[in-house]
């Protein structure tokens, strides 16, 4: 069967309440994703503007024919942020392990400090911040997945989740907020719980 | 931290969150006071949240880092390791990350000095031969630069894992911006340095060079004070074979480059040129000066940012006035209304510096020809973009000339130029649209012929890039006369520069070949690979691909003049290079490897050859997308393999393939699409059919006599194949024709004694024998074997077969029976020893000599000979086939002279109907046979 008419089947059977819809799909997009990704690093200076938004929506492009109704964009981009929060979120702990653990026998630790910028600890703490905003405000938190993982615009979250375009900007706005406060206060206690460690 | 909170908390706090995000200062904090009163808890976390709400933590920004630093970790494993060894040098250590490699610090070690450089390694897992091809690109582009002030480039290679690397100066110093605020430079020391800085970038763009990626991290400044400009990893030549792919270049323009620098013509994905940097330049200055950015970019959205460089003007610097014009004149939107070269923005803050009055806002030509060109839009196809190239070299030409005074004369003359050329397209001189794209390049030479006071630089190129239209147009002998113009010119008024020259020496060479001025050809290239050799020789070849390229158009023109041995040679020297300069996997590498391949395969050697058209094949296959002309070129090369291992089914398809393939690639009515035709029926009349071998080769034909017209070589192929399908049809005149008209070309474009000479003699002694005038066809058989016998030499090549078939044929026909005899024996015992086993070509021979042996009364060994024949050609043909029947009707003949005719009864009845409904007159003495014995059948 063609890509594009299996992941718009796929799609089709996920939004109607199929579980293992979702087992198929992600396969699928984890792999395009992925593709998509080397090719970026790949091709040049993916560390200054890479935007994992436009990797799902190339993803999109990718796997997806241009017929496809619009309802199945919008399920595919969702689908496609969970993938992308993952992806990022395992990328994250394993590259912790690696600096922890053996991995770094390659080069030496500076230099895997120069390679790998402390980065998968903001990560993970922001990772963890949206999952704190989920047990406060679930949809606040998929709002966030959807846009800053999926790249969905205030209108196709707006499909996505079945809400109004004001309430998914309001959303937004607090959720933000929220976050950033969240972020900064994690940093600060870090920085200080580092300090006390002498580090 | 307890952060949650109830929902109905929760509810209320986004309740007033919202209304007090649109409030601002007093009438925020009053509103807190009132909504909040009683719930300090609740005030605390709202006047946090609306902090955070202006706040700079950017979510975007952290999940983009974390993208990046998953998709880097994915390519490390495969790095060289801190230690270890690249070519001569040791690795010390990594110097960070850039373009699309990581760059380590190591050193040259070998007892005699040391010396510490930079090696950027492309490291790339998923390499695909476009980037692949990126990098060597930046690899030539560097080791075309030779400035005190760009990072100068040492050494390439590949490592062993396959990732191309290259060596550079080292180069210790610090970021522009992070040099002057420590060293806390004054405004005018910030200027002088960025003098410099763009004095670097002009170089490289009068050496047909954009930066496009410049930023502090790539401007390096030593402790001396001078800047080195690093980083050409995304570097774009404007070298006239790369502007026609301009476009192509720009793609993903957004995600090259860092937003902070970028010019709105790459964040729209426009045309990127010399006026990019200038912009860049404008921008790093911008910085430097006032220590903000021109344009502010908050946001991390795509479209936002695209919206604020390609719109939000640039806050004015507050500088001075001359200042603040030359930073907001470099900054222009649009490209064209910017300083027109970076050496023109180094001249204007020279003024500054000195005191004088600035340029900035004079109007530059090029705005003034983009104008132009906006009123007169083209169609789309061959002269957009042929305008395209010359629009391109107007440009570039503007950037050679960094005095104001030049600049203008030289922008004039090149306008006028241009406007020439657009003027033939004026319908106000009622040529309305349609004009082609020759008559505009023969307007535009007729210009040029006009313009007898140019710059020199000026029409040296513009000779260049026309000679090199011209030839892609198929006008060679016109391209050769401005490619010559342009050598002349260029001794006689430009300084001597060999690279240059060998350049245009190298496309004159490619013109020389495309005539089949082969001598000629190789002339040229030998010069331009020994300039190359003294520019960029080393021990282990050179480090520049265009001696590679050189070598291997060496090895093509042997080949077109059958010396092959030359030809392994020089491909073999070029392939060793290539794969060492860009790897296994580069497209001119595989083309090298496809080409060797056939050499060997000329030569004789097809086992040999095999490998090589597999590796082709299996690289080519396994390209996504695939590259379609590359592919139908690997079949074809297997196809004429199969074809010469006998392996005729094999062979078919392999050609059906191919011919798909080409069509899909080149479309219908191609010089390919027809070469592959031909191929295709030349394999299927030895498949028996050709019907169909007749209607491609007629269509293969009609298409090259359109293209090339008669005496072109790509015709004659076209010829052999349609007369070959003519004479298994019994069109024997008209098949005479075509080897005629064929063998007249060939004598015109190669040596006597060449192998397509034979080849169309011994065609020319087939259609003769087929129509029965034998001293003819012996005349010319014999002139066929010899002149292959002092192409190939005595040894004997695989090829010589069939011409000895015909010539064993003939000379039996006339009766010549010992002689045949003799000959058939000797050509036998040689075959045996130089074919495999089972192949076809033995076949025939064996017949022919079986034949002459037959009529010599010596029927003993003449059937053995013919079982051996038939047992070949049955399973290579099939016994439907006529040249099966006639073994086995001569089989047949033979064993029924000797009285053992139920057995010759038998093959009687298998061949007959074959034979008979053949119409190749090769066979008329068995079928004049089979018409005087009618067979048992009948008979019973």
């Known amino acids: 069967m063609e890509p594009a008419s299996n992941i718009t089947r796929l799609l089709r059977a996920w939004h109607s309440g199929d579980p293992d819809a979702m087992d198929e799909l992600m396969p699928l997009v984890y792999e395009q994703l992925r593709a998509l990704a080397s090719r970026y690093m790949h091709q040049e200076h993916a560390g200054h503007t890479l935007s994992p938004t436009a990797l799902v929506h190339e993803a999109y492009l990718k796997l997806l024919s241009a017929e496809t109704p619009w309802e199945d964009r919008v399920h595919f981009m969702a689908i496609a942020a969970i993938t992308m929060r993952r992806i990022l979120v395992d990328h994250a702990r394993s590259s912790l392990r690696v600096k922890r653990g053996s991995g770094a026998e390659r080069v030496s630790l500076d230099d895997v400090i120069l390679l790998q910028r402390p980065r998968s600890i903001d990560f993970l703490a922001l990772d963890e911040a949206i999952s704190r905003l989920s047990l406060q405000d679930a949809r606040k938190a998929k709002l966030i997945e959807l846009s800053y993982f999926g790249g969905l615009n205030c209108e196709e979250a707006a499909a996505a989740m079945e809400i109004s375009s004001a309430t998914v900007n309001r959303d937004l706005k607090l959720a933000k907020a929220w976050l950033r406060q969240e972020l900064s206060v994690l940093t600060s206690a870090q920085k200080a719980q580092s300090r006390m460690n002498g580090g | ?940």
């Open chain 2, 1 to 940: 931290m307890r952060t949650l909170i109830s929902p109905e908390d929760w509810a209320r706090l986004q309740e007033i969150f919202d209304a007090a995000a649109d409030l601002q200062g007093v009438a925020r904090g009053a509103f807190l006071d009132e909504k909040c009163a009683g719930a300090p808890d609740l005030r605390l976390r709202i006047d946090s949240l609306l902090t955070s709400l202006d706040g700079n933590t950017r979510v975007g920004g952290v999940v983009g880092s974390a993208a990046a630093a998953a998709i880097e970790s994915s390519i490390q494993s495969e790095l060289p390791v801190i230690g270890s060894r690249l070519g001569d040098y040791r690795v010390t250590g990594i110097l960070g990350r850039g373009g699309m490699g990581i760059v380590f610090r190591a050193i040259r070690d070998d007892k005699e000095y040391q010396k510490e450089v930079a090696i950027k390694v492309a490291a790339l897992t998923w390499f695909t031969p476009d980037l692949h091809q990126r990098f060597v690109r930046e690899r030539q582009i560097l080791a075309n630069l030779d400035h005190p002030n760009i990072a100068r480039l040492i050494d390439g290679g590949t490592t062993p894992e396959g990732m191309p690397f290259v060596v550079m100066e080292f180069v210790a110093g610090q970021p522009i911006d992070a040099y002057c605020s420590t060293k806390g430079l004054d405004r005018r020391q910030r200027i002088e340095l960025m003098i410099l800085v763009a004095h670097a970038v002009d170089f490289a763009h009068r050496h047909f060079v954009v930066h496009r990626d410049l930023k502090p991290d790539n401007i390096l400044v030593a402790e001396d004070g001078s800047p080195k400009l690093l980083d050409f990893g995304i570097a774009k030549a404007l070298d006239p074979d790369d502007s026609a792919l301009a476009g192509s270049h720009t793609i993903d323009a957004m995600r090259l480059m860092t937003p902070d620098y970028a010019s709105p013509e790459q964040v729209r994905g426009g045309a990127i040129t010399t006026a990019t940097d200038v912009y860049q330049l404008g921008a790093l200055l911008y910085v430097l000066l006032t220590g903000r950015h021109p344009i502010h970019l908050t946001t991390g959205t795509f479209g936002s940012l695209e919206r604020a460089i390609c719109e939000a003007e640039p806050a004015r610097p507050d500088l001075d006035p001359d200042l603040d014009r030359i930073l907001l004149h470099a900054l222009e939107k649009e490209p064209a209304r910017r300083y027109a070269s970076a050496g023109a923005l180094a001249d204007d803050l020279d003024r500054y510096l000195g005191g004088y009055a600035v340029l900035a806002h004079a109007p530059t030509w090029r705005y003034l020809a983009a104008k132009f060109v906006r009123r007169h839009r083209l169609g789309v196809g061959t002269i957009a973009l042929i305008l395209l190239l010359l629009v391109a070299f107007a440009a570039e030409m503007t950037i050679l000339a960094h005095r104001a005074a030049q600049q203008a004369r030289i922008a004039n003359e090149t306008t006028d130029f241009l406007v020439g050329l657009f003027e033939a397209n004026d319908p106000a001189q009622g040529r309305g649209d349609k004009i082609t794209a020759r008559e505009l390049l023969d307007k535009g030479s007729a210009n040029l012929d006009r313009a007898g006071e140019q710059d020199p630089v000026v029409q040296v190129r513009l000779l260049d890039s026309m000679g090199t239209i011209y030839n892609t147009l198929g006008a060679s002998d016109k391209a050769r006369e401005m490619l010559e113009r342009s050598l002349r010119l260029r001794l006689a008024r430009l300084p001597r520069d060999d690279v240059a020259e060998s350049d245009t020496l190298a496309r004159l060479a490619d013109v020389e070949t495309d005539l089949s001025h082969y001598d000629s050809a190789i002339q040229l290239n030998m010069q331009a690979l020994a300039a190359y050799r003294r520019r960029f020789g080393s021990p282990f070849g050179g480090s520049d691909e265009r001696i590679a390229l050189r070598l291997s158009k060496i090895s093509s023109n042997y080949w077109e003049q059958d010396k092959m041995p030359q030809a392994e040679a020089f491909e073999r020297e070029a392939l060793a290079l290539s794969t060492r300069l860009v790897g296994r996997h580069d497209a001119r590498t595989l083309e090298m490897i496809g080409d060797l391949g056939t050499i060997v395969d000329l030569e004789g050697k097809a086992l040999d050859a095999e490998p090589y058209y597999r590796e082709f094949l299996a690289a080519e296959q396994a390209q996504s997308p695939p590259n379609l002309p590359d592919l139908g070129l690997a079949w074809n090369y297997l196809g004429w393999l199969h074809y010469r291992l006998g392996r005729f089914a094999e062979s078919e398809q392999e050609m059906r393939n191919a011919l798909a393939l080409r069509i899909q690639a080149y479309g219908d009515q191609h010089p390919v699409t027809a070469g592959a035709r031909s191929s295709l029926a030349y394999i299927l009349l030895n498949r028996g059919k050709a019907d169909e071998a007749l209607a491609l080769a007629s269509e293969a034909k009609s298409t090259d006599l359109k293209l090339y017209g008669l005496s072109h070589r790509e015709t004659t192929f076209a010829e052999d194949s349609l007369g070959l399908a003519l004479l298994a049809k019994g069109r024997t005149a008209e098949a005479r024709q075509e080897f005629q008209s064929a063998l007249r070309a060939r004598l015109a474009l190669f040596p006597p004694d060449h192998m397509q000479t034979g080849k169309t003699w011994m065609f020319l002694a087939m259609a003769d024998f087929a129509a029965g005038d034998l001293p003819m066809a012996a005349e010319e058989s014999r002139k066929s074997v010899d002149i292959m016998q002092r192409v190939y030499g005595p040894h004997g090549h695989p090829q010589l077969a069939e011409f000895d078939a015909v010539l064993l044929e003939t000379l039996t026909a006339q009766g010549k029976l010992e002689e045949a005899q003799e000959f058939g024996a000797a050509s036998v015992a040689k075959l045996r020893s130089i074919l495999p086993p089972g192949n076809p070509r033995l076949a025939a021979v064996e017949s022919g000599w079986a034949w002459a042996l037959y009529k010599g009364h010596k029927l003993d060994n003449a059937i053995a000979l013919l079982r051996d024949a038939l047992l070949i050609d049955e399973q290579t043909y099939g016994p439907t086939l006529a040249q099966t029947a006639q073994v086995g009707v001569r089989l047949a003949i033979c064993l029924k002279s000797e009285g053992r005719t139920e057995e010759a009864n038998s093959l009687f009845g298998r061949y007959r109907g074959a034979l008979l409904g053949s119409a190749n007159g090769s066979y008329d003495e068995e079928r004049k046979w089979l018409s005087a014995h009618p067979g048992p059948a009948k008979a019973s």
